[in-house]
């Protein structure tokens, strides 16, 4: 596996008019995928910069239990994604069993759908869904028991560790579920407690841990400032790691 890919958040001020020059220097720094959070403003324009860099889209993140659900699908066919993610629901989703049954359902529904598009849907976790424990298990434990099997995982090892997670024993736990990671070779900067295991210095044994089944790791990072030096510090990371 040589891909490494970039969630376009943490580039969020350089979209727009920018994008086409945006898409150049990620390029440039050595990702070979993107991960756009917002398919539907511009899906043409988004498709051109991305081809005209020679880059690839293999996931989105889109609402797709909220949102249009065959515009969604239609976006991402149009991008040649095959994995649409939903990447964030509300906390209160996770206060009790009742949420999450509803939320297992609507997007195990979602991805009956897109599976005739050839898309599979997925989910992407924050730290609400680890730090919040119903009948004494974390949330994020309840609704993967009862998640449609075609729904695929996007484990966020950064805020899996803020919510109380050890990802050494969570990604194995999860097995092939989880086919994508986001991931940040950065220390913690302490806005965000750390109350699982601290997976920013072993960054190498997580790709290990994650086994066969992780088909992209995507670098996200949020920066006050220039974020560009942190792309291309978190590029040449990676860049080292999965062409090892």
């Known amino acids: 596996m040589t891909a490494l890919g970039v969630q376009l958040y943490s580039v ?4 727009g008019a920018e994008l086409p020059a945006t ?9 070979s995928h993107i991960e756009p959070y917002d398919i539907l403003s511009d899906t043409q324009g988004l498709k051109a910069a991305t081809t005209a860099e020679g880059l690839r889209i293999a996931s989105v993140h889109a609402k797709i239990t909220e949102l249009d659900r065959e515009r969604v699908l239609d976006a991402a066919v149009e991008l040649g994604a095959d994995t649409v993610l939903v990447p964030w629901v509300p906390p209160a989703t996770f206060t009790d069993l009742d949420g999450i049954a ?3 359902d609507d997007i195990g529904r979602a991805a009956e759908a897109a599976e005739s ?8 976790n924050h730290d609400f869904e680890f730090s919040s424990a119903v009948d004494g298990r974390p949330a994020y434990e309840l609704l993967v028991e009862q998640l449609d099997p075609r729904v695929v995982l996007e484990l966020d090892t950064f805020w899996a560790s803020v919510g109380g997670a050890d990802v050494f024993e969570l990604l194995p736990a999860l097995g092939d579920r989880v086919r994508l990671l986001h991931v940040k070779s950065e220390p913690y900067d302490g806005r965000h407690p750390i109350t699982g295991v601290d997976v920013s210095q072993r960054l190498d044994e997580v790709l290990d841990v994650a086994g066969p089944w992780l088909e992209l790791p995507i670098v996200e990072v949020v920066v006050d400032g220039d974020v560009f030096p942190v792309l291309e510090r978190n590029a040449r990371f990676f860049r080292g790691l999965v062409a090892a």
């Open 23 to 31: 898409l150049h220097t990620l390029a440039r720094l050595g990702f």
């Open 117 to 124: 598009r050839g898309i599979r849907v997925g989910y992407h």
């Open 12 to 15: 969020k001020d350089h979209l």
């Open 102 to 104: 509803r939320f297992a």
